[in-house]
């Protein structure tokens, strides 16, 4: 089945450490992107991929590490530096061109920071 | 930077009444989509708005885009238990940034 594969569903880690969130697609979408959900405040933007080997920060990029060295991989490191890192996080890609594509969500993964 | 907020952040119905969120952009958007997402799962595309004026149907669910395009509203006749779960608009500005901004979203629960 197509579609967007995150992994691991949840995770916990301890202060200090850095954690990488997987996201794969077999949907051939050259965009991909990550948010942050919070309760009560949405989706925020992490990071955010057009293009293979090309990436760009979002609104909340501090404290978080992405690479895309592969198109169908967009794996999310959160880092020691985040103040906060305990959320919900979700991938997606994009279908269509020109940027007026649908997003299409990974089931998210839960990291909690203990 | 663009900001996209959206009203009520909650809403608490009976069955069978009907539901309404709004979606307010800082700036002039070239397009506005809306998602769903069910409690515990990830958000699903619904639709997608691009012209000024545009409204859109979906079975009770009707969509409009505003005529300058800077807002946007959502709008449930006869609300289900099925509907119940937080809707979020995300709207794209003009420029070819290639970002989706979310507004905060709207929870609706759904009294049988």
């Known amino acids: 089945d197509g579609g967007i594969t995150q992994s691991p569903k949840y995770l916990f880690r301890k202060e200090g450490q850095n954690v990488t969130l997987s996201c794969e697609q077999n949907?051939?979408?050259?965009?991909m992107y990550w948010y942050r959900q919070d309760p009560g405040q949405g989706l925020r933007l992490i990071y955010y991929?057009?293009?293979?080997?090309?990436?760009q920060k979002g609104d909340i990029a501090e404290g978080y590490s992405v690479s895309r060295e592969k198109k169908e991989s967009f794996p999310l490191t959160v880092t020691s530096a985040q103040k906060n890192p305990t959320a919900f996080y979700l991938c997606?890609?994009?279908?269509?061109?020109?940027?007026?594509?649908?997003?299409?969500f990974g089931e998210g993964s839960r990291l909690t920071v203990l | 930077g663009q900001q996209v907020m959206q009203i009520p952040q909650y809403q608490h119905v009976q069955e069978g009444e009907d539901f309404t969120t709004y979606c307010n952009s800082s700036?002039?958007?070239?397009?506005i989509q809306w998602y769903k997402q069910r409690p515990g799962g990830h958000p699903v595309f619904l639709i997608q708005?691009?012209?000024?004026?545009e409204v859109k149907k979906q079975k009770r669910l009707t969509f409009q885009f505003g005529e300058a395009k800077k807002n946007s509203s959502l709008h449930i006749t006869a609300t289900q238990t099925t509907d119940v779960g937080t809707y979020f608009c995300?709207?794209?500005?003009?420029?070819?940034?290639?970002?989706?901004?979310f507004g905060q979203g709207t929870t609706l629960q759904v009294k049988p």
């Open positions: 997606a890609s994009m279908s269509g061109t020109g940027n007026t594509g649908e997003l299409f």
């Open positions: 949907l051939n979408h050259d965009a």
């Open positions: 991929s057009q293009i293979v080997n090309d990436f």
């Open positions: 700036t002039t958007l070239s397009n």
């Open positions: 708005l691009v012209k000024s004026g």
């Open positions: 995300a709207g794209k500005g003009s420029s070819n940034t290639g970002k989706l901004i």
